[in-house]
């Protein structure tokens, strides 16, 4: 009898050691204040340039934090987060398809898991609902559903449907099968990439198209932050504004861009001859229930993510040669994450090198996630470590290597990346160099 | 055991909507011919919702804290997944709530309406609204109102009353959030990656808010309350406040501790379309294929997730005339004619429902002239759910009997 086609390829499909098909990453793509495309954006990196600057967009009168990583050169209609969003993930995406060399125009070979900001209505909006009927002698919400009944501000749907970013991105790339949108807070970007990697490694699919993406900078998403003492109130100058890991950190800087990858059977990709910019090794997530902004003062949840994404990735503490920090700048972030790091990696975390790109790009909040996992390959791929700029002033309680400043040649196989988030959110990926 | 291959059971039920707190009132609901929908005509007119039933959350909320620190929304989901982690006996067993996932499916959180009001009010009064905002909004929103508004702090909140801390994903997108969110658990545990799921979600339908955003949509129906498949016309859907949570869990793990099934859960399908005419009743059509599902001469429970919108409703309703002309016996309840449509949370809800019945602890009244009267008297053995999203993303998922 003639073997079928999927059995003689799944006698040669490359599995990990715990038998699970190898996912291997051969697209990426990025967007930040720093610019777009990721060759503009490593440049910058690599240089400790920071894309932080003071808001333009809206008067920061009332405010006290004024700078932000903003993507002001893409400039959507209807003007929203969500707009803004979604012309980002199109960028990024766009460019890590490319890349690839996967499918063919409008026809993506595999399924879309996608993370997303709140669809919701801005300030702006409200104000144009508002006004249309002003004077007719209803207030609040009254007024508004009566303009929002009139069928004339159809066009904010977009805006509106929490499907839409999905289904906009779907129909461009030509994804196959439902659409996923997900949302972990702050570390949504890394479960796009852990989701597309499940169902890779299940067989489900043999690519999958993970993307992150968040352009939030509006008066309330703003305000939301700064009411949470969240936000670096360092305005002076914008570009020192974030101080992730430094003594006199006091917030992060809220920032817009977006993360995309193509991710593949690794096998397949092989014989295809697609190039091989690393493989995702393993995920792990742990969530928290001491509070809703802050983790478990023993770091209890935190320790699990870190652990289950070694586990995951079946790689011991003493193999991670780099970590890309979640690194925020707040001072509950920095202090917990080093706390850990240390109770996982042990001694070894002195000579683990770590840093945090979030010096540079700002919080990208939604995106973080996906456009730090594309500079974690880019680690791998040049081995060049990016610095964590702004480190003048060490905190003694946080005994890393920062790569302070500076960027550092190395030999890099293998990056923990950390993204933590609000509601108890952890989850870490373990991202690797092409298997030898 | 092959790949892919473990079976899902849904062993606990919560469940809570305008006709009740707890799975057992919606199974008195559904063997009633007679139960009429409760509905709230007069406050949000012209839209009509069904108003969530007087609860205390005290109780499976104690904390006063915890409470004044959620929202409405997020008050009634973490109160149905209370319901559900007890009901399948996980609530307060540390050991396992320390490995349940929970995947929640949300929109977003609501907004306090006297506070926009206000602010409303004040900066459209000023020359520079724009500038007048970047002083008024800090001085008038509050810490704890974006908490209450985002995504995931539905399952922040139930990770922190409950103590589920295994892994928390939060699906977005409408009805497909509520697919999502079981199709991630179902595929995590049919490839044993995991054992023990809390899934579902919840609505506050009565919001301001909220009703905004789908007036904007073009989604309600105004007028009367009547059955979904009679809202023909613009809009269609009349929210319902619900809750809805399962306990999924793979079936050697609820032998090993016990517990018992409702039902299994056999097989969830999705997609989406670009719904031009036709297509989306063809999805339907080849889910089915999918499915293998053998004509049997049977009748065949279908707990329809329609939510009365146009012109989805009438694909739906050609899939369900199609499916019953090759030899299936479908007794369709679209079910969002008696709590209202949940949107996140329907498809949750669906899917308990059809658990109650496939589990014999119901019978199944027409709850709608519009239905066809058939009845089953003996307790089906298979259920369908389906999930035609009012404006995009198709599912069907079978529910059979453990025997």
Redesign the interface.
């Known amino acids: 009898m003639i073997p079928r086609i999927h059995e003689v390829f799944s006698r040669q499909e490359l599995r990990d050691s715990k038998k699970r098909p190898v996912v291997a990453i051969t697209g990426i793509g990025v967007i930040t204040a720093l610019g777009a495309g990721v060759s503009e954006n490593w440049r910058a990196l690599i240089a400790g340039r920071s894309g932080l600057r003071r808001i333009t967009r809206f008067p920061t009168d009332g405010l006290k934090s004024n700078v932000a990583g903003t993507v002001d050169y893409i400039v959507p209609a209807p003007a929203s987060s969500v707009s803004r969003s979604v012309a980002m993930a199109i960028e990024a995406a766009s460019e890590a398809i490319v890349q690839a060399r996967i499918g063919s125009p409008g026809r993506f070979p595999g399924p879309l898991f996608v993370a997303t900001p709140p669809a919701e209505l801005e300030w702006a909006h409200l104000l144009q609902l508002y006004g249309v009927n002003n004077g007719s002698g209803s207030t609040g919400y009254s007024q508004l559903l009566t303009a929002g009944r009139s069928g004339r501000w159809s066009h904010l749907r977009s805006t509106l449907r929490f499907a839409s970013p999905a289904e906009i991105l779907a129909v461009r790339f030509g994804t196959q099968g439902q659409p996923v949108t997900l949302c972990t807070a702050c570390a949504s970007g890394t479960s796009s990439i852990q989701l597309g990697m499940e169902a890779i490694r299940r067989g489900a699919a043999q690519s999958a198209l993970c993307i992150g993406a968040d352009g939030t900078v509006h008066p309330e998403g703003m305000i939301r932050f700064s009411l949470l003492s969240a936000l670096s109130t360092h305005n002076d100058p914008p570009e020192k504004a974030s101080r992730p890991f430094a003594r006199d950190r006091n917030g992060f800087v809220i920032a817009e861009g977006a993360g995309a990858l193509v991710l593949e059977n690794y096998s397949v990709a092989r014989a295809r001859g697609a190039r091989i910019l690393g493989i995702v090794s393993g995920c792990g997530e742990k969530a928290d229930d001491y509070h809703r902004t802050r983790s478990r003062p023993d770091g209890t949840a935190m320790i699990g993510a870190v652990q289950n994404a070694l586990d995951d990735a079946a790689v011991e503490p003493e193999e991670i040669d780099y970590i890309n920090a979640h690194g925020t700048g707040t001072p509950e972030n920095d202090r917990m994450e080093h706390l850990s790091l240390r109770a996982v990696l042990g001694d070894r975390l002195d000579r683990t090198p770590i840093s945090s790109n979030k010096s540079m790009i700002g919080h990208t909040l939604i995106a973080a996630g996906a456009v730090e996992a594309v500079f974690s390959l880019m680690t791998i791929g040049t081995g060049t470590l990016p610095p964590t700029i702004n480190h003048d002033v060490p905190d003694p309680e946080i005994e890393l290597d920062v790569v302070p400043n500076v960027k550092r040649e190395g030999k890099v196989r293998n990056v923990l990346s950390n993204s933590f988030g609000f509601g108890g959110q952890n989850v870490c990926a373990v991202f690797a160099a092409e298997p030898q | 055991m092959p ?2 291959e473990h079976e899902v059971w849904i062993t606990g039920l919560g469940l809570i909507s305008s006709l009740g707190d707890g799975w057992q009132a919606h199974m008195r609901a559904l063997a009633n011919h007679r139960r009429e929908p409760v509905i709230e005509e007069k406050r949000f007119a012209p839209c009509v919702v069904h108003p969530l039933c007087d609860v205390d959350f005290s109780g499976l909320i104690p904390k006063r804290t915890d409470r004044n ?1 959620m929202g409405r929304w997020q008050l009634i989901g973490v109160h149905a997944a209370g319901l559900a982690l007890k009901d399948a006996g996980v609530a307060g067993q540390a050991a396992l709530l320390d490995r349940t996932d ?1 995947c929640v499916a ?3 959180g609501e907004r306090d ?2 506070t ?2 206000r ?3 004040t ?2 009064e000023h020359r520079d ?3 007048a ?7 008038e ?3 704890t ?3 209450g ?5 539905l ?3 139930i ?2 009353v409950h ?12 009805e ?2 509520g ?2 969110a079981i ?2 658990a179902v ?2 545990i049919r ?1 044993g ?1 995991r054992d023990l799921f809390l899934v579902g979600g919840a609505l506050n339908a009565e919001r ?2 909220l ?3 789908y ?4 989604a309600l129906w105004h007028g009367g309350h009547r059955s979904v498949w009679a809202r023909t016309g613009l809009g269609g859907m009349c929210p319902g406040s619900m809750g809805a949570f399962l306990v999924l869990e793979r079936r050697e793990h609820a032998e090993a501790r016990g517990a018992r099934p409702y039902a299994r859960i056999a097989s969830v399908l ?3 379309c ?1 719904r031009s005419p036709g297509m989306a009743t063809q999805q339907g059509l080849g889910f089915c294929e999918a499915l293998a599902m053998q004509a049997e001469g049977k009748p065949l429970p279908v707990f329809s997730g329609a939510s009365g919108v146009e012109p989805i409703l009438t694909e739906e309703r050609n899939f369900l005339q199609e499916i019953g002309s090759r030899g299936c016996l479908p007794v369709v309840r679209a079910y969002g004619s008696l709590i209202g449509h949940g949107v996140e949370a329907h498809f949750p809800a669906g899917m308990a429902l059809a658990a109650l019945a496939v589990s014999g602890l119901t019978q199944l009244a027409a709850f709608d002239a519009m239905e066809n009267e058939r009845t089953i008297n003996e307790t089906p053995e298979r259920a369908l759910v389906t999930a035609f ?1 009012h ?3 198709e ?1 069907l998922a079978l529910v059979e009997a453990v025997l």
């Open positions: 790949l892919g620190q929970l949300a929109g977003n309406i006297a926009d009001a602010i409303l009010a900066v459209s609204p724009e500038r905002l970047a002083t008024i909004l800090p001085l929103l509050r810490p109102l974006y908490l508004q985002l995504s995931n702090l399952a922040g909140n990770s922190i103590k589920t801390t295994g892994s928390s994903r939060t699906f977005k997108g409408e497909m959030a697919v999502s199709e991630d595929q995590r490839y990656e301001e808010d009703l905004l955003g007036e904007i949509d073009g999705s997609d989406r670009d999203g404006w995009r993303g599912a």
